[in-house]
């Protein structure tokens, strides 16, 4: 445990580190087991005044959960294991979302899928000019969750239908753009502010040391293609967003389809749907849907094979099974788990 995660109390400040430098810190169930409870205290504890999170090492703030552990006990058929992974994660999510004091995600290079899910919910997210973001479940099967259906439908625009999709990336300038990241602060002057936040008196001074240490990171290319975006993703089925990056004749549309194609059909349509469905619900609705759906795909085919081929095997051939007919991503959502619902206490 010592060796995964790390909690340090500096003056007001309650600092944790993913220190799994070698493995991008991706997140294990012993992190999940040993964060929900500190959060619990230092929430209830006067002394702290906000909350840091971030990734030992200068690569990765959180590549991701632990995928592998996730791939053999879905293999093995292990559903209980699966369950357990998914409910405290999403439990732990929404304790982020939910927590009374500032929760400041220091996102220093890659942060993709339950990285995103234990910073994005935060009230404060710090990049840095080595962040990476993105949301990349369609291609290994899987869809994007940790509150993907709460927070991607509500980035401006089509932008969330867009990132949710494609797992495109995004850099700084274009995480602070579409409101992935709150501030933008030099990877060497983090520490300065750790130590500036440790020394914040109230909520109102955590604010006032952010906005002293942000700094303009430059042009977001992002920006040039919101118009594009918008036109291809904000159709209102997943076969009009497919007609119009058809009828595009910028080139980005077509190496978009391309890469659109290349994802599982049905995750692609699964993800479409919980996307627009997010848009009208509350995060708890939200986090629900997703353990519901977690629960159903996390064993199916799909996600077992596309974690076989682009992250065991490594052919990134993955022999997709299922299609993105209607009909079955509509079973999907009404399929009812025999593991139990994900239960808020």
Not at 20 to 38: E, F, S, V, Y
Not at 69 to 75: G, S
Not at 101 to 112: C, E, F, N, S, T
Request: net charge negative.
């Amino acid at each position: 445990m010592d060796a995964e995660i790390q909690f340090h109390r500096s003056g007001s400040l309650g600092r944790i580190v993913l220190d799994r430098p070698k493995a991008l810190n991706a997140l294990t169930p012993d992190q999940i087991h040993a964060m929900h409870p500190r959060l619990e205290a230092w929430a209830a504890d006067p002394a702290v005044v906000s909350v840091t999170i971030e990734g030992a090492g200068e690569k990765a703030f959180c590549a991701g959960g632990d995928i592998k552990l996730l791939h053999d006990a879905c293999k093995a058929g292990d559903r209980a294991a699966v369950a357990t992974f998914y409910r405290e994660e999403y439990r732990l999510n929404r304790r982020i979302k939910t927590l009374p004091k500032p929760y400041v995600a220091l996102i220093d290079g890659i942060v993709m899928g339950g990285g995103v899910g234990v910073s994005v919910h935060g009230a404060f997210r710090v990049a840095t000019e080595r962040t990476l973001f993105a949301m990349p479940e369609t291609g290994i099967g899987f869809f994007p969750d940790v509150g993907g259906s709460f927070f991607l439908p509500r980035l401006p625009g089509a932008v969330g239908m867009y990132l949710g999709l494609t797992g495109a990336r995004l850099g700084a300038a274009d995480a602070l753009h579409v409101g992935v990241a709150t501030h933008f602060v030099d990877s060497a002057r983090l520490p300065a502010l750790s130590e500036a936040l440790a020394q914040a008196g109230d909520a109102v001074g955590v604010e006032a040391v952010l906005a002293r240490f942000h700094q303009e990171p430059g042009p977001a290319p992002i920006d040039g293609r919101r118009a594009l975006i918008d036109r291809c993703f904000g159709g209102a089925t997943l076969a009009e967003v497919t007609a119009a990056l058809e009828a595009e004749a910028d080139p980005w549309a077509a190496e978009t389809l391309m890469a659109l194609r290349r994802k599982s059909p049905h995750l692609v349509a699964v993800s479409f749907e919980m996307i627009r469905r997010g848009a009208t619900l509350s995060f708890d609705e939200c986090m629900r849907m997703e353990f519901r759906l977690a629960m159903a795909l996390a064993p199916a085919h799909d996600f077992i094979e596309g974690i076989r081929a682009l992250l065991i095997d490594k052919d990134n051939k993955p022999q997709w099974r299922s299609s993105g007919d209607a009909a079955e991503v509509l079973a999907t959502f009404d399929a009812v788990p025999d593991c139990g619902d994900l239960i808020f206490e």
